[in-house]
Every structure is written in C-alpha cells, then in structure tokens.
C-alpha cells in the first residue's frame, strides 16, 4: 500500500499550473489526457485497496470480538477449576487464556493499523478524486484555449493569405494598368503622327494651289490665256 500510496501522492501534489502550461506549449491537451489517466487507474487502484484493506479491518475486528469472548469463557473456567481444585485444569485453561489473550492484543494491533490504512486510503480517494474532477475542468478550459488560439491562428492565416492576394493582385492591376497605358501612349503617338502628315499634305496642297494661283494670273498677262 506504501507504493500506492506514494503514487497517488505524487499524482495529487502535481503541478497543475505545469501541466497546463505544456498543454498548451504542445497545443494538445495530451498531457493532461495521461495525467487523468494515471489518475483513474490509480483511483481503481485506491478504491480496490480501500475496499480490501476495509474488509480485513471489519474481519480482524470480529476476530477481536470472538477471541474477547473466548478469553472471558477461559477466565471464568480457570476461576470454576480453581475452586473445584483441579488445579491441572486450571492451568491448562490458563495457559490457553494467555495464548487467546495474546491473539486478541494481536488481532486488536493489526486492526487498528488496518483502520488507519483504511482512513488514510480513503482520504487519499477523497483528494484524488478532488483532484481527477479539477483536471477534467481545467481539460475543458484548456480545450476552449486551444480551439480560440487554434481560430486566433486560423484568422491570422487568412489574413495573412489575404495580404499576400493583395500583393498579387496589386502588381497585376499594376502590370495591366501600365500595359494600358503603353497601348495608349502608342496610340497617342499614332495619332500624332497622322495629324502630322495630314497638316504637312495640307501645307503642300494649299501652296500648290497658290503656286499654281500665281501662275494663272501672269498667263493673263501674258496674253497666253487658252
């Protein structure tokens, strides 16, 4: 019972801050899922021990009692021997008081112990189911954790991806944009120089016309009108 005792023990003065804080650190509860383990199977234990070391309590106890009573009938027959004068009897009845006595300091020494064992068995189950029911509430908390940092982290990715689309995006919006623009500018300068040539055509023709303006008339004068 020691080494049981021991464990459960240990088990009850653990750190529960520590095994939080590493359930957290690995972003599992599985270190608290082995602690209740241990717990249970530990309590079965505990409940087992308590239950047999209970019986042997009640069984030594009854043995108490029956050889209580067997030592008072001896006595009474040592005190009926003596004063028949059998003194043979007497001290044969005697020797098996002494004997039952003995067996009855015995039995009431190891039930004693076996109370106490018993007392100190079910105070430890006390404790350590005290101890099974703050775990599974910290279990849950801890799970609630998880699953928040697990959302916390979940909407930062997102973000994160998001950001990153963004970027992607932007430079493509950006790309395209300036694709436009060249297109346009191209156009433009097109353009531009269509008008160009269109203007000089039209500087040409319009000087040939005078060119041509100016001859007629000197024709005229001439008298070399057809």
């Known amino acids: 019972m ?18 939080v804080d590493a359930a957290l650190q690995s972003n ?18 505990l409940e087992d021990a308590a239950a047999t070391v ?14 209580e ?3 008072a009938e001896l006595d009474k027959a040592v005190d009926a021997f003596l004063v028949e004068g059998n003194n043979a009897y007497a001290s044969a009845a005697q020797a098996k008081l002494n004997s039952t006595q003995r067996l009855v300091e015995t039995y009431r020494e190891q039930a004693t112990r076996q109370e106490a064992e018993s007392k ?3 105070s430890a189950k006390v404790k350590l189911e005290a101890r099974l029911q703050m775990m599974k509430q910290e279990r849950e908390e801890l799970v609630a954790l998880l699953e928040l940092a697990k959302s916390k982290e979940m909407t930062v990715k997102t973000m994160k991806s998001l950001d990153d689309l963004m ?5 493509d919006i950006s790309r395209i944009a300036e694709s436009i623009r060249s297109r346009l500018d191209k156009a433009s300068a ?7 040539r ?27 009108t057809e």
């Open 2 to 19: 020691a080494s049981l005792l021991e464990k459960v023990s240990t088990l009850i003065s653990a750190n529960m801050h520590a095994l």
């Open 28 to 45: 599992s509860p599985a270190v608290i899922d082995q602690y209740i383990h241990q717990v249970e199977n530990n309590l079965a234990d």
């Open 54 to 67: 209970g019986g042997e309590a009640r069984t030594l106890k009854r043995k108490v009692k029956e050889y």
């Open 69 to 71: 009573n067997e030592a």
């Open 120 to 122: 100190n068995l079910l």
């Open 167 to 171: 970027g992607v995006g932007d430079s």
């Open 190 to 196: 097109a353009s531009e120089m269509r008008a160009a």
């Open 198 to 224: 269109l203007d000089e055509e039209m500087d040409r023709v319009l000087e040939s016309s005078v060119i041509d303006g100016a001859l007629t008339e000197r024709r005229k004068k001439l008298g070399l």
